[in-house]
């Protein structure tokens, strides 16, 4: 286990490149007399190999298995650089760099540690502006957040039959309560202002952003009135903050909602209701699954495939075929998760490197992928042949 205590932060650091804060990142852990000296050479070689950096402005350094033998201690050093450092492939910028000094794996136990604390929009902003020691190991922790992880539907979640004529002025009273209850900032608002939400069926649609969430909460607007967005009926708004994979319970129930189509059951719901129907789940979803020629499931739902593939590589999705993962996710326009059906079962998002890095899946892991999209197949097929070649490290 990794403990983090104030005396492993470093605040207000400096560093002209990656190169050079892997060095003073290094130093600190030899300090700190987790690893042998000669470690820093292992950390260096393991960044020539694959960056890093993990997306929304963290990195984690670490060595090599031939460095492994040099490793004391499990333990962690933790660099705050406000300026940033060029971290990423892409140039992206690291504003929080974890040097982790470990004789195994548990590099992959850290990444879950920190998944739900740091894999969640908008934290990148509190990263650049820590002030002290304190402020981020809270941040690291989780501590301050337990409560900000919980969704709850109660009055202030809900504006119910009201009068409104457009879906605009549902998104604007939902964010505007979701910005008063704290759990969204400017960049939400403005997010969620300028897209149209996404239409799920019997008048019911859905919004989110990407940037700007503080805490997980949910607002719904559902009004008296009938009236169109862009030929579909509108008659209920629902928008989310999420800042964890908690928001997956929500969505696993609305999906069910709309299998089974019981989607109206909103458009009449109480408050109590709601909290039935997204947080508890009283819908029970049954898709009819059948063997693919290759072994894999396959369960069609209109625009919804899910397949199963076996990770090939000799030491599982690290960050480098991870990346690869990532990178050529990202080319389609459907919306993939993946899950690991050897592991905790939980889908997070597949164009989160950090999310899957830390599903900590091995050698013959079989990860279930869903897409929903226009071209859900194409980018399933994509994923099988990828993986079929090793992501990057060959079959």
């Not at 971290?87 to 990444?111: P, R």
């Not at 990202?330 to 997070?348: H, I, Q, R, W, Y």
């Not at 950090?354 to 980018?379: C, H, N, P």
Request: proline content about 2%; aromatic content about 4%; overall charge negative.
């Amino acid at each position: 286990m990794f403990h983090l205590v104030k005396e492993d932060i470093h605040l207000n650091e400096q560093a002209i490149n990656k190169t050079d804060a892997i060095k003073k990142i290094a130093a600190a852990l030899t300090n700190a007399d987790f690893v042998e000296e000669g470690y820093v050479d292992g950390m260096l070689e393991r960044e020539g190999q694959a960056a890093t950096y993990l997306g929304i402005g963290i990195a984690i350094p670490h060595g090599t298995p031939k460095t492994r033998h040099l490793v004391k201690k499990t333990g962690v050093q933790v660099f705050c650089f406000p300026e940033g450092v060029e971290w990423g492939d892409d140039g992206e910028k690291a504003y929080l760099a974890i040097g982790i000094a470990a004789s195994s794996d548990e590099h992959l136990e850290l990444l879950r540690q920190l998944t739900h604390v740091l894999g969640a929009d908008g934290v990148e902003d509190r990263i650049k502006n820590i002030q002290s020691a304190d402020e981020a190991l809270a941040i690291l922790t989780g501590k301050e957040s337990v409560e900000d992880s919980q969704f709850e539907i109660n009055k202030s979640s809900l504006l119910l039959d009201i009068q409104a004529d457009s879906l605009a002025t549902l998104q604007a009273l939902n964010a505007s309560r979701l910005k008063q209850q704290g759990a969204v900032n400017a960049s939400f608002i403005t997010n969620v202002l300028d897209n149209t939400p996404n239409y799920l069926g019997d008048g019911v649609w859905l919004n989110d952003s990407r940037e700007g969430n503080l805490k997980n909460a949910i607002a719904i607007s559902r009004t008296v009135n009938d009236f169109n967005q862009d030929g579909k009926p509108a008659k209920l708004l629902i928008t989310i903050s999420a800042v964890d994979d908690s928001v997956a319970t929500i969505a696993n129930n609305i999906a069910a909602l709309a299998y089974n189509q019981k989607l109206a059951q909103l458009i009449i719901a109480n408050g109590d209701d709601f909290n039935n129907l997204l947080l508890s789940g009283t819908q029970s979803v049954s898709s009819e699954k059948s063997e693919t020629a290759n072994g894999s499931v396959t369960s069609n739902n209109g625009e919804e495939l899910s397949r199963v593939f076996v990770i090939p590589n000799e030491n599982g999705l690290h960050t480098r075929p991870s990346s690869v993962l990532v990178k050529l996710v990202k080319e389609f326009n459907s919306k993939v998760t993946v899950a690991n059906l050897d592991g905790k079962n939980e889908p997070v998002s597949a164009t989160s490197l950090m999310k899957i890095v830390a599903l900590g899946a091995k050698k013959g892991s079989r990860l279930q992928f869903t897409a929903v999209g226009d071209d859900a197949e194409q980018v399933l097929d994509a994923i099988g042949k990828a993986i079929e070649s090793g992501l990057g490290e060959g079959a």
